[in-house]
T-cell receptor, first 114, second 115 residues
Framework: DAMVIQNPRYQVTQFGKPVTLSCSQT?????MYWYQQKSSQAPKLLFH???????NEADTPDNFQSRRPNTSFCFLDIRSPGLGDAAMYLC?????????????FGPGTRLTVL | AQKITQTQPGMFVQEKEAVTLDCTYD???????LFWYKQPSSGEMIFLIY??????QNATEGRYSLNFQKARKSANLVISASQLGDSAMYFC????????????FGTGTQLKVEL
């Protein structure tokens, strides 16, 4: 089945140690998103790619970077994780901008920072 | 700016009963879409139903229906015949034409279905 896959599902890292989260999709969608969701809160958009065009949200910390080497893969790099970065990280995809184009979400990666 | 408000942090419903989850929104964009997502404890966001601002009829998808009242800027989700597997967090979200395909989420409602 076509889907959005996130690896790993659970990631533990140490304070200040760089970590990379992975997302892949078999939907061939041109838009990919990264969300941060802290406990009992709504998902918060960090950035998105429209094809290769990167779009950063104004309030996304510089500590968060992203790469999209091809249509299928997108990575979230956290350069120096702090305790406040512990959260669920959700990857999503959509096929274009307009209409009833729902976003398809992956299962998420739960990040713990020790 | 877009805003979604979900005023019910938690709801309980008995199995086989119907339940309504409230959602109100605010936008100045005449063209927008409203989405409902379900998030079980496993974490994945599951798309349930969509309503476009120009749609004349309320959206329905199986046991899910959306009570869209445009003048009141509300888009409540109705789940009929609740099942134990419906226990989850439910998020209302909005996309506006001016905002590309970015979704603005509400704070969610935790639904618990009881026997």
């Amino acid at each position: 089945d076509a889907m959005v896959i996130q690896n790993p599902r659970y990631q533990v890292t140490q304070f200040g140690k760089p970590v990379t989260l992975s997302c892949s999709q078999t939907l061939n969608h041109n838009v990919m998103y990264w969300y941060q969701q802290k406990s009992s809160q709504a998902p918060k958009l960090l950035f998105h790619y429209y094809d290769k065009d990167f779009n950063n949200e104004a309030d996304t910390p510089d500590n968060f970077q992203s790469r999209r080497p091809n249509t299928s893969f997108c990575f979230l790099d956290i350069r120096s994780p702090g305790l406040g970065d512990a959260a669920m990280y959700l990857c999503a995809t959509s096929n274009g901008w307009t209409g009833s184009k729902e976003q398809f979400f992956g299962p998420g990666t739960r990040l713990t920072v020790l | 700016a877009q805003k979604i408000t979900q005023t019910q942090p938690g709801m309980f419903v008995q199995e086989k009963e119907a339940v309504t989850l409230d959602c109100t929104y605010d936008t100045s964009d005449p063209s927008y879409g409203l989405f409902w997502y379900k998030q079980p404890s496993s974490g994945e966001m599951i798309f349930l139903i969509y309503q476009g601002s120009y749609d004349q009829q309320n959206a329905t998808e199986g046991r899910y229906s959306l009570n869209f009242q445009k003048a009141r800027k509300s888009a409540n989700l109705v789940i009929s015949a609740s099942q134990l597997g419906d226990s989850a967090m439910y998020f209302c979200a909005m996309r506006t034409t001016g905002g590309g395909n970015k979704l603005t989420f509400g704070t969610g409602t935790q639904l618990k279905v009881e026997l």
